[in-house]
């Protein structure tokens, strides 16, 4: 009498082609999960999720160029144009093309962008609060993610 388990086995299936054990699917759903935590918090402060990590960039370091932000968040600088001027609009920052080579736009925050930032630090315990999680345990978490991603950069 033919199990289940072999009639998959007869049909080429494999545990390794289940989705809840793809890798990729616990990392997207994940992701899903955690901008819908951020998405109420971060309506408080007037920003979407891109936003948002646009916004901790300049935090670190303002000034930057349009390609650095896009570096930083390892994203296509057109994609951040749109964004940008979003934000530019909202008052939180201003772009400017530099004097040396015009293709190149320096982005600024505004006295607005940069007081946003005081608002912006009950962020994080909220969401550490939301995953249940305690903070070494998210922090080594984050780290095998980062390990993962550099893995990753380095295969392409």
Not at 12 to 36: E, H, I, R, V, W
Not at 50 to 71: A, C, H, K, N
């Amino acid at each position: 009498m033919d199990t289940e388990i072999d009639k998959n086995k007869a049909a080429g299936s494999d545990d390794s082609l289940l989705l809840d054990n793809q890798m990729c699917f616990a990392l997207y759903s994940t992701s899903l999960l955690m901008t819908k935590v951020y998405k109420p918090l971060l309506h408080e402060l007037g920003l979407t999720y891109p936003q948002y990590l646009t916004m901790l960039v300049l935090w670190e370091r303002d000034g930057m160029t349009v390609g650095e932000i896009s570096t930083r968040l390892l994203t296509d600088p057109g994609s951040l144009t749109p964004l940008l001027k979003r934000l530019e609009a909202e008052g939180m920052l201003s772009r400017t093309r530099s004097k040396d080579d015009e293709r190149v736009v320096i982005v600024q925050l505004t006295e607005q962008g940069r007081a946003l930032r005081e608002q912006a630090c009950s962020v994080p315990d909220s969401i550490l609060r939301a995953s249940g999680q305690g903070e070494k345990d998210l922090q080594a978490l984050q780290n095998h993610l980062l390990e993962l991603r550099k893995n990753l950069q380095g295969s392409l």
